[in-house]
T-cell receptor, first 111, second 113 residues
Framework: GNSVTQMEGPVTLSEEAFLTINCTYT??????LFWYVQYPGEGLQLLLK?????DKGSNKGFEATYRKETTSFHLEKGSVQVSDSAVYFC??????????FGSGTRLQVQP | NAGVTQTPKFQVLKTGQSMTLQCAQD?????MSWYRQDPGMGLRLIHY???????DQGEVPNGYNVSRSTTEDFPLRLLSAAPSQTSVYFC????????????FGSGTRLTVV
């Protein structure tokens, strides 16, 4: 079956530090890959997506590249801000039913 | 621009009670799904639907029932609430599913005592 594995958190960084959150996946077929963000007390928002191998998704300074050879979709940001503190979820969709999520990674950015 | 609307936002139930969590979307999305979110476990799929009249089970369907009589609505029914169903529930919808991602509701926080 399909599965997504994310690095465990919490990840604690100082403002302006570089961020990487690792995500690897197992899937049948050719999934689309997503990063969702959940701010405290809120629902999930789509952060970025990639629909085929070597695609790079980007939004709000965050980037992730769909790597089929390593089955990975790592999230990166060059300089984090306190406002980026949230829980980040990696997810995949094969188009057959619904999203499969990783367990989430909590990011805490300190001023 | 309502998007996906979930009601209620908060609910406390006693063990054995039944209730329905409502989910409605106004985007003419075909795909709809229900998830529960528990600490450290991400989001787990309860039930999903790929169109009106079509539903199927996800990873954790036991104790829940769904129906999809219209494109807009996808209610989730708890048949006999148990403390293990204490969770935050999210409804999501998508037009094509694979390419554009899903839109999520703001969630329902359910406590079963």
């Amino acid at each position: 079956g399909n599965s997504v594995t994310q690095m465990e958190g919490p990840v604690t960084l100082s403002e302006e530090a570089f961020l990487t959150i690792n995500c690897t996946y197992t899937a049948t077929g050719y999934p689309s890959l997503f990063w969702y963000v959940q701010y405290p007390g809120e629902g999930l928002q789509l952060l970025l997506k990639a629909t085929k191998a070597d695609d790079k998704g980007s939004n709000k300074g965050f980037e992730a590249t769909y790597r089929k050879e390593t089955t990975s979709f790592h999230l990166e940001k060059g300089s984090v801000q306190v406002s980026d503190s949230a829980v980040y979820f990696c997810a995949l969709d094969t188009g057959r039913r619904a999203l499969t999520f990783g367990s989430g990674t909590r990011l805490q950015v300190q001023p | 621009n309502a998007g996906v609307t979930q009601t209620p936002k908060f609910q406390v139930l006693k063990t054995g009670q039944s209730m329905t969590l409502q989910c409605a979307q106004d985007m003419n999305h075909e795909y709809m799904s229900w998830y529960r979110q528990d600490p450290g476990m991400g989001l787990r799929l309860i039930h999903y639907s790929v169109g009106a009249g079509i539903t199927d089970q996800g990873e954790v369907p036991n104790g829940y029932n769904v129906s999809r009589s219209t494109t807009e609505d996808f209610p989730l029914r708890l048949l006999s609430a148990a403390p293990s169903q204490t969770s935050v529930y999210f409804c999501a919808s998508s037009f094509t599913g694979k390419k554009v991602g899903y839109t999520f509701g703001s969630g329902t926080r359910l406590t079963v005592v």
